[in-house]
């Protein structure tokens, strides 16, 4: 697979998530919602293990800095950016002149926000990895 940078915009809602995937060209690669769940996080990693196989060449815009699935992205060692949904719209409107709604289009401009303007953001950290149980020193009392 060829060594290309893919950037994948989430357009986030409570329920499901439009998931828009371009590259460098803007050649669209991919388009699709998921369910917010694990099947729907499991799609989500394969579509794009599918065009880009490295989670160090994949980059993500999304409308949040916290959740599930933004956990789960940073877990899978993809680079996450949290973009402000203003920013996000403002972006939009440069490109389209509809005032219409459309989560496609707002995951497609998340995307396209990564991979013109990506020096404008900084990506969100992961938190440290806490899942790893921990021995805390027990005090005992002198009688």
Known sequence: MEQIMIYVGIDWADDHHDIHITDDSAKILEEFR??????????????????????????????????LLVHELLQK???VYAINPKAANRYKDRHVLSKAKSDTLDALSLGNILRTDRHLFL??????????????????KSQ
């Open 123 to 140: 990506p969100l950290k992961p938190l440290p990895d806490v899942s790893q149980e921990t021995s805390l020193p027990v005090s005992r």
């Open 77 to 79: 060692g993809y680079t």
């Open 34 to 67: 998921i369910d917010h769940s694990c099947d729907g996080f499991a799609l989500l990693h394969s579509n794009i293990a599918n065009h880009q196989a490295s989670p160090n060449l994949v980059l993500v815009a999304i409308e949040t800095s916290r959740g």
